[in-house]
T-cell receptor, first 112, second 118 residues
Framework: NAGVTQTPKFRILKIGQSMTLQCTQD?????MYWYRQDPGMGLKLIYY???????DKGEVPNGYNVSRSTTEDFPLRLELAAPSQTSVYFC???????????FGPGTRLTVL | AQKITQTQPGMFVQEKEAVTLDCTYD???????LFWYKQPSSGEMIFLIY??????QNATEGRYSLNFQKARKSANLVISASQLGDSAMYFC???????????????FGIGTKLQVIP
């Protein structure tokens, strides 16, 4: 099992550009999450999904969109990138709310 | 009020000793979950342990245990027999219950940096 994979590992965007952060898990997990981690801080939940076709907003959804067309994939879309979106983005998954949560390696995004 | 409070910015512990990392939380929900995560200097996030608000027993996972005191709203992480590889940032987090078992909100603390001394 590869676990949770994220691409790309690093990316620099110009203000106003768009991009998609990819997240894939091969553990057949129902729950998937996107977090961001700003320097010196804990994680903040952007969006989550409890199964294919079901997504919902977390604490900081503005400026982002997600989709969950398959169990495996949970891409995060940034439209009109802003410097405030400079952060490290983590994708995670688990089978249920009480179960071990597995994280991807993170994507370090810089918006200039 | 802070939802999750971790009052120890940094902690030192001697190798093979036990250490307690403090976490207090604030919620009016009856159903919630508490988590601890480890983040080494490499930057990866590692899930350690989970405690549900209705769980009667304290959660344990190997050398990690969660000292859950519901009335005091505390969820301290205890690491027994510390190892050099335990040096990392440790984050406490809370999930406040949502409808149909989903999540409404997940809040993280600012973390505690643990250093294990040989």
């Amino acid at each position: 099992n590869a676990g949770v994979t994220q691409t790309p590992k690093f990316r620099i965007l110009k203000i106003g550009q768009s991009m998609t952060l990819q997240c894939t898990q091969d553990m057949n997990h129902n729950y998937m999450y996107w977090y961001r981690q700003d320097p010196g801080m804990g994680l903040k939940l952007i969006y989550y999904s409890v199964g294919a076709g079901i997504t919902d907003k977390g604490e900081v959804p503005n400026g982002y969109n997600v989709s969950r067309s398959t169990t495996e994939d949970f891409p995060l879309r940034l439209e009109l990138a802003a410097p405030s979106q400079t952060s490290v983005y983590f994708c995670a998954s688990n089978q249920g709310p009480r179960d071990t949560q597995y994280f991807g390696p993170g994507t370090r995004l810089t918006v200039l | 009020a802070q939802k999750i409070t971790q009052t120890q910015p940094g902690m030192f512990v001697q190798e093979k000793e036990a250490v307690t990392l403090d976490c207090t939380y604030d919620t009016s929900d009856q159903s919630y979950g508490l988590f601890w995560y480890k983040q080494p200097s490499s930057g990866e996030m590692i899930f350690l342990i989970y405690q549900g608000s209705y769980d009667e027993q304290n959660a344990t996972e190997g050398r990690y245990s969660l000292n859950f005191q519901k009335a005091r709203k505390s969820a301290n992480l205890v690491i027994s027999a510390s190892q050099l590889g335990d040096s990392a940032m440790y984050f406490c987090a809370m999930r406040e219950g949502g409808p149909s078992g989903g999540y409404q909100k997940v809040t993280f603390g600012i973390g505690t940096k643990l250093q294990v001394i040989p």
